[in-house]
Protein backbone atom coordinates (compact mmCIF):
# COMPACT_ATOMS: atom_id res chain seq x y z
CA UNK A 1 0.00 0.00 0.00
CA UNK A 2 2.53 2.51 1.24
CA UNK A 3 4.62 1.56 -2.32
CA UNK A 4 1.42 2.48 -4.40
CA UNK A 5 1.35 5.81 -2.18
CA UNK A 6 4.39 6.47 -3.26
CA UNK A 7 3.94 5.90 -6.90
CA UNK A 8 1.11 8.02 -6.66
CA UNK A 9 2.90 11.04 -4.97
CA UNK A 10 5.66 10.64 -7.84
CA UNK A 11 3.43 10.89 -10.16
CA UNK A 12 1.45 13.96 -9.11
CA UNK A 13 5.23 15.78 -8.12
CA UNK A 14 5.93 14.82 -11.90
CA UNK A 15 2.54 16.32 -13.55
CA UNK A 16 3.11 18.97 -10.56
CA UNK A 17 5.58 20.96 -12.61
CA UNK A 18 4.24 20.81 -15.86
CA UNK A 19 1.16 22.09 -14.50
CA UNK A 20 2.90 24.80 -12.46
CA UNK A 21 4.69 25.98 -15.73
CA UNK A 22 1.25 25.67 -17.66
CA UNK A 23 -0.24 28.69 -14.49
CA UNK A 24 3.29 30.33 -15.01
CA UNK A 25 3.01 30.59 -18.97
CA UNK A 26 -0.73 31.57 -18.69
CA UNK A 27 -0.50 33.93 -15.98
CA UNK A 28 2.29 36.22 -18.19
CA UNK A 29 -0.19 35.50 -21.13
CA UNK A 30 -2.51 36.91 -19.67
CA UNK A 31 -0.67 39.83 -18.49
CA UNK A 32 0.48 40.62 -22.00
CA UNK A 33 -3.24 40.11 -22.75
CA UNK A 34 -4.63 42.93 -20.24
CA UNK A 35 -1.94 44.86 -21.95
CA UNK A 36 -3.73 44.33 -25.30
CA UNK A 37 -6.64 45.24 -24.12
CA UNK A 38 -6.06 48.03 -22.21
CA UNK A 39 -4.35 49.56 -25.59
CA UNK A 40 -7.13 48.15 -27.71
CA UNK A 41 -9.81 49.92 -25.59
CA UNK A 42 -7.49 53.72 -25.84
CA UNK A 43 -7.78 53.21 -29.67
CA UNK A 44 -11.42 52.25 -29.74
CA UNK A 45 -11.93 55.29 -28.37
CA UNK A 46 -10.23 57.37 -30.34
CA UNK A 47 -12.19 56.13 -33.16
CA UNK A 48 -15.74 57.04 -32.55
CA UNK A 49 -18.41 56.93 -34.50
CA UNK A 50 -16.51 55.30 -37.39
CA UNK A 51 -16.62 52.02 -34.96
CA UNK A 52 -20.30 52.44 -34.06
CA UNK A 53 -21.57 52.41 -38.04
CA UNK A 54 -19.44 49.67 -38.28
CA UNK A 55 -21.10 47.79 -35.33
CA UNK A 56 -24.35 48.84 -36.54
CA UNK A 57 -24.52 48.70 -39.88
CA UNK A 58 -21.28 47.17 -41.14
CA UNK A 59 -21.36 43.72 -39.50
CA UNK A 60 -25.43 43.27 -40.10
CA UNK A 61 -24.79 44.13 -43.71
CA UNK A 62 -21.47 41.60 -44.27
CA UNK A 63 -23.20 38.63 -42.24
CA UNK A 64 -26.18 39.07 -44.49
CA UNK A 65 -23.98 38.70 -47.49
CA UNK A 66 -22.70 35.82 -45.90
CA UNK A 67 -25.79 34.37 -45.28
CA UNK A 68 -27.02 34.59 -48.78
CA UNK A 69 -23.49 33.18 -50.19
CA UNK A 70 -23.96 30.07 -47.49
CA UNK A 71 -27.73 29.63 -48.33
CA UNK A 72 -26.90 29.84 -51.87
CA UNK A 73 -23.95 27.40 -51.80
CA UNK A 74 -26.17 25.10 -50.18
CA UNK A 75 -29.01 25.34 -53.07
CA UNK A 76 -26.14 24.48 -55.03
CA UNK A 77 -24.27 21.96 -53.44
CA UNK A 78 -26.84 19.97 -51.43
CA UNK A 79 -28.06 18.43 -54.71
CA UNK A 80 -25.17 17.75 -56.18
CA UNK A 81 -24.06 15.95 -52.79
CA UNK A 82 -27.18 14.04 -52.76
CA UNK A 83 -27.25 13.11 -57.00
CA UNK A 84 -24.08 11.70 -56.28
CA UNK A 85 -25.19 9.75 -53.77
CA UNK A 86 -28.17 8.40 -55.87
CA UNK A 87 -26.46 7.50 -58.51
CA UNK A 88 -23.56 5.33 -56.66
CA UNK A 89 -26.93 3.58 -55.01
CA UNK A 90 -28.02 3.05 -58.13
CA UNK A 91 -25.58 2.17 -60.74
CA UNK A 92 -23.37 0.32 -58.65
CA UNK A 93 -23.54 -3.41 -57.08
CA UNK A 94 -24.73 -2.50 -53.91
CA UNK A 95 -23.26 -5.68 -52.50
CA UNK A 96 -20.10 -4.84 -52.30
CA UNK A 97 -18.57 -3.21 -49.43
CA UNK A 98 -16.38 -0.74 -50.61
CA UNK A 99 -19.10 0.47 -52.51
CA UNK A 100 -21.36 1.31 -49.51
CA UNK A 101 -18.13 2.60 -47.22
CA UNK A 102 -17.79 5.28 -50.24
CA UNK A 103 -21.54 5.71 -49.89
CA UNK A 104 -21.48 6.06 -45.90
CA UNK A 105 -18.82 9.12 -46.49
CA UNK A 106 -20.98 10.87 -48.52
CA UNK A 107 -24.15 10.68 -46.80
CA UNK A 108 -22.20 11.57 -43.74
CA UNK A 109 -20.96 14.73 -45.84
CA UNK A 110 -24.38 15.79 -46.18
CA UNK A 111 -25.07 15.54 -42.84
CA UNK A 112 -22.12 17.09 -41.80
CA UNK A 113 -22.71 20.47 -44.16
CA UNK A 114 -26.76 20.54 -43.45
CA UNK A 115 -25.61 20.26 -39.21
CA UNK A 116 -22.91 22.64 -39.44
CA UNK A 117 -24.34 25.24 -42.15
CA UNK A 118 -27.53 25.71 -40.14
CA UNK A 119 -25.68 27.15 -36.91
CA UNK A 120 -23.51 29.11 -39.17
CA UNK A 121 -26.77 30.73 -40.88
CA UNK A 122 -28.35 31.03 -37.50
CA UNK A 123 -25.42 32.65 -35.89
CA UNK A 124 -25.24 35.21 -39.31
CA UNK A 125 -28.92 35.75 -38.85
CA UNK A 126 -28.38 36.78 -35.39
CA UNK A 127 -25.76 39.36 -36.36
CA UNK A 128 -28.03 40.70 -39.41
CA UNK A 129 -30.94 41.34 -37.71
CA UNK A 130 -29.07 43.14 -35.21
CA UNK A 131 -29.26 45.93 -36.98
CA UNK A 132 -32.75 46.23 -36.99
CA UNK A 133 -32.90 48.37 -33.98
CA UNK A 134 -31.77 51.26 -36.66
CA UNK A 135 -35.51 51.43 -37.87
CA UNK A 136 -36.34 51.99 -34.15
CA UNK A 137 -34.14 54.92 -33.92
CA UNK A 138 -35.23 56.59 -37.67
CA UNK A 139 -32.00 56.29 -38.92
CA UNK A 140 -31.26 57.27 -42.58
CA UNK A 141 -30.15 53.41 -43.32
CA UNK A 142 -33.65 52.22 -42.90
CA UNK A 143 -34.33 50.80 -45.90
CA UNK A 144 -30.61 49.06 -46.08
CA UNK A 145 -31.65 47.62 -42.47
CA UNK A 146 -35.20 46.51 -43.11
CA UNK A 147 -33.71 44.87 -46.65
CA UNK A 148 -30.88 42.96 -44.08
CA UNK A 149 -33.45 42.18 -41.49
CA UNK A 150 -35.87 40.28 -43.69
CA UNK A 151 -33.57 38.80 -45.69
CA UNK A 152 -31.94 37.29 -43.12
CA UNK A 153 -34.97 35.98 -41.91
CA UNK A 154 -35.55 34.50 -45.19
CA UNK A 155 -32.02 33.00 -45.51
CA UNK A 156 -32.91 31.45 -41.97
CA UNK A 157 -36.66 29.92 -43.45
CA UNK A 158 -34.58 28.36 -46.67
CA UNK A 159 -31.87 26.84 -44.83
CA UNK A 160 -34.06 25.21 -42.44
CA UNK A 161 -36.11 23.71 -45.33
CA UNK A 162 -32.97 22.86 -47.12
CA UNK A 163 -31.47 21.26 -44.11
CA UNK A 164 -34.75 19.01 -43.29
CA UNK A 165 -35.43 18.01 -46.55
CA UNK A 166 -31.74 16.53 -47.38
CA UNK A 167 -31.49 15.50 -43.44
CA UNK A 168 -35.12 13.66 -43.80
CA UNK A 169 -33.83 12.21 -47.47
CA UNK A 170 -30.73 10.69 -45.64
CA UNK A 171 -32.24 9.37 -42.85
CA UNK A 172 -34.93 7.72 -44.83
CA UNK A 173 -31.97 6.13 -47.21
CA UNK A 174 -30.36 4.91 -44.04
CA UNK A 175 -34.03 3.41 -42.95
CA UNK A 176 -34.69 1.66 -46.26
CA UNK A 177 -30.85 -0.17 -46.11
CA UNK A 178 -31.22 -0.69 -42.51
CA UNK A 179 -34.79 -2.19 -41.55
CA UNK A 180 -33.85 -1.73 -37.64
CA UNK A 181 -33.97 1.67 -37.91
CA UNK A 182 -36.91 4.04 -36.52
CA UNK A 183 -37.85 7.04 -36.38
CA UNK A 184 -38.70 10.00 -38.45
CA UNK A 185 -37.25 13.61 -38.90
CA UNK A 186 -40.40 15.41 -38.06
CA UNK A 187 -40.42 13.48 -34.70
CA UNK A 188 -39.43 16.24 -31.83
CA UNK A 189 -37.87 13.35 -29.93
CA UNK A 190 -35.95 11.86 -33.51
CA UNK A 191 -32.22 11.73 -31.90
CA UNK A 192 -33.37 9.23 -29.08
CA UNK A 193 -35.74 6.66 -30.74
CA UNK A 194 -32.70 6.53 -33.57
CA UNK A 195 -30.19 6.10 -30.50
CA UNK A 196 -32.90 3.27 -29.31
CA UNK A 197 -32.86 1.78 -32.95
CA UNK A 198 -28.92 1.27 -32.84
CA UNK A 199 -26.45 -1.53 -31.99
CA UNK A 200 -23.78 -1.16 -29.97
CA UNK A 201 -21.27 -0.24 -31.94
CA UNK A 202 -23.70 2.40 -33.40
CA UNK A 203 -24.30 3.52 -29.85
CA UNK A 204 -20.68 3.22 -28.94
CA UNK A 205 -19.82 5.75 -32.04
CA UNK A 206 -22.69 8.83 -30.97
CA UNK A 207 -21.25 8.02 -27.09
CA UNK A 208 -17.65 8.67 -28.22
CA UNK A 209 -18.75 11.73 -30.25
CA UNK A 210 -20.89 13.37 -27.28
CA UNK A 211 -18.38 13.24 -25.30
CA UNK A 212 -15.24 14.97 -27.63
CA UNK A 213 -18.10 17.40 -28.42
CA UNK A 214 -18.42 17.31 -24.40
CA UNK A 215 -14.72 18.11 -23.63
CA UNK A 216 -14.65 20.94 -26.62
CA UNK A 217 -17.49 22.65 -25.20
CA UNK A 218 -15.52 23.27 -22.01
CA UNK A 219 -12.38 24.14 -23.69
CA UNK A 220 -14.76 27.01 -25.65
CA UNK A 221 -17.27 27.91 -22.89
CA UNK A 222 -13.59 28.64 -20.62
CA UNK A 223 -11.99 30.42 -23.85
CA UNK A 224 -15.20 32.52 -24.53
CA UNK A 225 -15.62 32.97 -20.58
CA UNK A 226 -12.01 34.96 -20.67
CA UNK A 227 -13.20 36.81 -23.92
CA UNK A 228 -16.28 37.76 -22.02
CA UNK A 229 -14.03 38.73 -18.94
CA UNK A 230 -11.44 40.33 -20.70
CA UNK A 231 -14.04 42.49 -23.52
CA UNK A 232 -16.28 43.59 -19.90
CA UNK A 233 -13.16 45.22 -18.30
CA UNK A 234 -12.17 46.87 -21.93
CA UNK A 235 -15.61 47.92 -22.31
CA UNK A 236 -16.57 46.24 -25.35
CA UNK A 237 -19.04 43.69 -24.13
CA UNK A 238 -21.37 43.56 -21.25
CA UNK A 239 -22.23 41.52 -18.14
CA UNK A 240 -24.50 39.38 -20.36
CA UNK A 241 -22.22 37.81 -22.18
CA UNK A 242 -20.24 36.38 -19.56
CA UNK A 243 -23.87 35.39 -18.11
CA UNK A 244 -24.89 33.27 -21.57
CA UNK A 245 -21.26 31.58 -21.53
CA UNK A 246 -22.20 30.82 -17.80
CA UNK A 247 -25.23 29.40 -18.61
CA UNK A 248 -24.12 27.32 -21.15
CA UNK A 249 -21.22 25.95 -19.70
CA UNK A 250 -23.47 25.17 -16.61
CA UNK A 251 -26.26 23.54 -18.43
CA UNK A 252 -23.26 21.43 -20.04
CA UNK A 253 -22.01 20.48 -16.94
CA UNK A 254 -25.22 19.36 -15.02
CA UNK A 255 -26.14 17.35 -18.33
CA UNK A 256 -22.95 15.46 -17.65
CA UNK A 257 -23.46 15.17 -14.33
CA UNK A 258 -26.87 14.10 -14.62
CA UNK A 259 -26.01 11.64 -17.20
CA UNK A 260 -23.11 9.78 -15.00
CA UNK A 261 -25.37 9.99 -12.02
CA UNK A 262 -28.45 8.38 -13.65
CA UNK A 263 -25.89 5.14 -14.77
CA UNK A 264 -25.90 2.42 -12.85
CA UNK A 265 -23.09 0.35 -10.86
CA UNK A 266 -22.66 -2.07 -13.88
CA UNK A 267 -21.79 0.81 -16.04
CA UNK A 268 -23.67 1.51 -19.65
CA UNK A 269 -25.54 -0.90 -21.23
CA UNK A 270 -24.91 -0.79 -24.74
CA UNK A 271 -25.43 -4.52 -25.41
CA UNK A 272 -28.32 -4.83 -28.50
CA UNK B 1 -6.40 -4.17 -31.49
CA UNK B 2 -5.48 -7.88 -30.53
CA UNK B 3 -8.75 -9.74 -31.65
CA UNK B 4 -8.49 -10.80 -35.23
CA UNK B 5 -11.81 -12.83 -36.16
CA UNK B 6 -12.63 -15.12 -39.27
CA UNK B 7 -15.85 -13.46 -39.56
CA UNK B 8 -15.86 -12.55 -43.26
CA UNK B 9 -15.16 -16.14 -44.04
CA UNK B 10 -17.70 -17.86 -41.91
CA UNK B 11 -19.99 -15.76 -43.56
CA UNK B 12 -19.26 -16.38 -47.22
CA UNK B 13 -19.60 -20.32 -46.20
CA UNK B 14 -23.06 -19.32 -44.89
CA UNK B 15 -23.24 -17.51 -48.55
CA UNK B 16 -24.94 -14.45 -46.75
CA UNK B 17 -23.79 -10.59 -47.29
CA UNK B 18 -23.22 -8.03 -44.47
CA UNK B 19 -26.85 -6.69 -44.36
CA UNK B 20 -27.99 -10.38 -44.27
CA UNK B 21 -26.02 -11.24 -41.80
CA UNK B 22 -26.18 -7.94 -39.72
CA UNK B 23 -30.33 -8.65 -39.84
CA UNK B 24 -29.81 -12.57 -38.25
CA UNK B 25 -27.46 -10.95 -34.91
CA UNK B 26 -29.47 -7.85 -34.76
CA UNK B 27 -26.63 -5.40 -35.60
CA UNK B 28 -26.42 -3.02 -38.71
CA UNK B 29 -24.37 -3.75 -41.80
CA UNK B 30 -21.95 -1.29 -40.96
CA UNK B 31 -21.20 -3.01 -37.90
CA UNK B 32 -20.84 -6.09 -39.32
CA UNK B 33 -18.23 -4.17 -41.43
CA UNK B 34 -16.60 -3.02 -38.79
CA UNK B 35 -15.88 -6.37 -36.77
CA UNK B 36 -14.69 -8.00 -40.21
CA UNK B 37 -12.11 -5.52 -40.73
CA UNK B 38 -10.98 -5.80 -36.81
CA UNK B 39 -12.02 -2.21 -36.33
CA UNK B 40 -14.51 -3.17 -33.47
CA UNK B 41 -14.38 -5.70 -30.79
CA UNK B 42 -18.27 -6.97 -30.14
CA UNK B 43 -19.56 -7.93 -26.71
CA UNK B 44 -19.43 -11.28 -25.53
CA UNK B 45 -23.24 -10.95 -26.05
CA UNK B 46 -22.81 -10.34 -29.78
CA UNK B 47 -20.02 -12.48 -30.19
CA UNK B 48 -22.31 -15.49 -29.15
CA UNK B 49 -25.21 -14.13 -31.99
CA UNK B 50 -22.28 -13.94 -34.59
CA UNK B 51 -21.14 -17.67 -33.59
CA UNK B 52 -24.85 -19.05 -32.55
CA UNK B 53 -25.60 -17.49 -36.53
CA UNK B 54 -22.68 -19.01 -38.19
CA UNK B 55 -23.08 -22.35 -36.05
CA UNK B 56 -19.92 -22.59 -34.22
CA UNK B 57 -18.36 -21.43 -31.34
CA UNK B 58 -17.11 -18.14 -30.50
CA UNK B 59 -13.30 -19.18 -30.36
CA UNK B 60 -13.91 -20.52 -33.69
CA UNK B 61 -14.83 -16.95 -35.02
CA UNK B 62 -12.74 -14.51 -32.57
CA UNK B 63 -8.79 -15.21 -31.73
CA UNK B 64 -7.48 -13.15 -28.86
CA UNK B 65 -3.77 -12.70 -30.40
CA UNK B 66 -1.63 -11.99 -27.08
CA UNK B 67 -3.30 -14.88 -25.47
CA UNK B 68 -1.73 -17.41 -27.97
CA UNK B 69 1.69 -15.38 -27.97
Same mark, same amino acid.
Given at each position: ??????? +?????????????? +????????????????????????????? *????????? /??????????????????? /????????? *????? %??????? @? %????????????????? $?????? &??????????????????? +??????????? &???????? &????????????? =???? /???????????????????????? =??? +??????????????????????????????????????????? @???????? *???????????????? | ????? !???????? $??????????????? !???????? !????? /????????????????????????????
Amino acid at each position: MSERKEE +IRKEDKKWGWKFGL +ILLASGIGGGFLGGGVGWLTDWLSEGGEG *LAWVAEVAV /PVVSAVLLAVVVLGNLIAL /PILWGRCKK *LARTE %ELEDETV @W %EKLDRRLNVILAVTSLS $LCVVMT &LMGVAVSGFRSILYGRDDL +ILSMAVTFGAV &LGLFTELA &LVLIFQRLVVNFY =KEHN /PEKRGSVYQMNFNKVWLKSCDEAE =KLH +IYRAGYTAYRVGYYTCLALWLVGVLGAMAGLLNWATILFVGII @WAAMQAGY *LIAAAKQKGDGINITI | MPLYN !RLKEHRAR $LGINQQELGKLIGAS !RQTVSLIE !RGDYS /PSVTLAMKIAKVCGVTVEEIFRYEEEEQ
